[in-house]
């Protein structure tokens, strides 16, 4: 289910990857207009024709049974467009609710928009939301590390915990070149905390240089950590992968202390 669905890109997004390993989708908008552009977009601008992607189904308000829930649901650039913070607890307690597996919740990749999206991480982890039908806990399955306050955010100098995604804009004459847009996200599981993988997350672009590596690491004891990583140190491989590493991946090392700290701190990359 896609909550503020918009045009209908996380369907598309979603199609692309699994493909009709799913079933069914859901787009959910409160402007009609908007839906009626999603479906016409699907059907190649025509009214009358077949859908690109099957069984989507296009609603302005929620399902209303508590019964009802969706293995994945997903609202991207909505929590933003709310205008208080009771409203933006009630419609991330629905969404909890209507989740069986994975909420997956998507900002700006601002300070503004790292701040909705852990207070809506907060509100679904102190358990405010008891749902009687699905009564398992939740947990962060990425990108955090861990379940402790954002470390980002505590920090002297508060940065946001954002990512980057490059994209080819539409090919217009003055806008042809690829851009970035950096965005930042949580994603919320029903389950248990053990079931989520537990490595060190690289937070900002990694750094080569020549014979050791700098990665930024947000770490399972909820600190921050610039690790310089050498093959003489920690090994080849190691050091290998950390060299193919992209912003955003984990680190499959189980402990901080497995990487020495580095000896002078780079500033922080805003």
């Not at 307690?93 to 790292?114: C, D, M, P, Y």
């Not at 861990?146 to 539409?170: G, K, N, R």
């Amino acid at each position: 289910m896609d909550f503020g669905s918009g045009t209908g890109s996380v369907t598309w997004a979603a199609h692309s990857i699994w493909g009709q390993s799913i079933r069914e989708y859901m787009c959910v908008d409160s402007s009609a207009a908007m839906l009626d552009l999603a479906e016409k977009l699907l059907k190649g601008g025509s009214e009358s024709g077949e859908p690109y992607v099957p069984s989507v189904f296009f609603r302005q308000f929620l399902p209303v049974s508590p019964k009802v829930q969706f293995n994945v649901v997903v609202s991207a650039f909505s929590l933003s467009e709310l205008p208080s913070k009771a409203e933006r607890a009630e419609v991330v307690q629905t969404l909890w609710r209507k989740t069986s597996n994975f909420l997956i919740l998507v900002e700006n990749g601002t300070k503004a928009g790292h701040c909705l999206l852990m207070e809506a991480r907060d509100l679904v982890l102190k358990g405010k939301e008891k749902s009687p039908l699905d009564p398992r806990p939740g947990f962060v399955f990425a990108p955090c590390p861990h379940e402790l306050p954002c470390p980002q955010l505590t920090a002297s100098e508060p940065l946001a915990c954002s990512f980057s995604q490059a994209y080819h804009p539409i090919p217009f004459s003055w806008n042809k070149q690829p851009k970035e847009e950096k965005f930042s996200m949580v994603i919320l599981a029903r389950g248990s905390p053990e079931e989520a993988n537990r490595w060190p997350r690289i937070t900002q672009p990694v750094l080569q240089r020549p014979r050791h590596v700098h990665c930024h690491l947000c770490c399972p004891d909820g600190h921050m950590q610039h690790a310089v990583i050498t093959a003489r140190r920690h090994g080849r491989d190691l050091y290998r992968c950390a060299r193919v590493s992209s912003w955003g991946d984990l680190l499959p090392v189980t402990t901080p202390s497995e990487l020495p700290p580095a000896a002078a701190i780079d500033p922080p990359e805003s």
